[in-house]
Nanobody, 122 residues
Framework: QVQLVESGGGLVQAGGSLRLSCAAS????????MGWFRQTPGKQRELVAT???????NYLDSVKGRFTIDRDNAKNTVYLQMDSLKPEDTAVYYC????????????????WGRGTQVTVSS
């Protein structure tokens, strides 16, 4: 089984910064894409940022220029540096590992972390 463990959430004032980390553990051969999603009560979960094994990134328009996603393939870990935080960034942030191959010729699966709360006060 593959597990994703997030860390780094918390309470910060508007304009501040936080850095989220997510480490994938278990038997893993390759992870095609890792990323972060967020969700607030009553709303659908939305993509914040993703990064492929090769380093290609994709961002939600509202976080471009403020958030940076990075990845350490050797450690199966993804990071999200969040700067210039705004109250509207308040949400539970979920780590995602997409197209995870546990063995070289195995089928792939998608995994989610339990989420970490990010609260930005005005």
């Amino acid at each position: 089984q593959v597990q994703l463990v997030e860390s780094g959430g918390g309470l910060v004032q508007a304009g501040g910064s936080l850095r989220l980390s997510c480490a994938a553990s278990g038997r893993i051969f390759r992870i095609d894409s890792m990323g972060w999603f967020r969700q607030t009560p009553g709303k659908q979960r939305e993509l914040v940022a993703t990064i492929t094994e090769g380093g290609s990134t994709n961002y939600l328009d509202s976080v471009k220029g403020r958030f940076t996603i990075d990845r350490d393939n050797a450690k199966n870990t993804v990071y999200l540096q969040m700067d210039s935080l705004k109250p509207e960034d308040t949400a539970v942030y979920y780590c995602n590992a997409d197209r995870v191959y546990r063995y070289r010729f195995s089928e792939y699966a998608t995994y989610w972390g339990r989420g970490t709360q990010v609260t930005v006060s005005s």
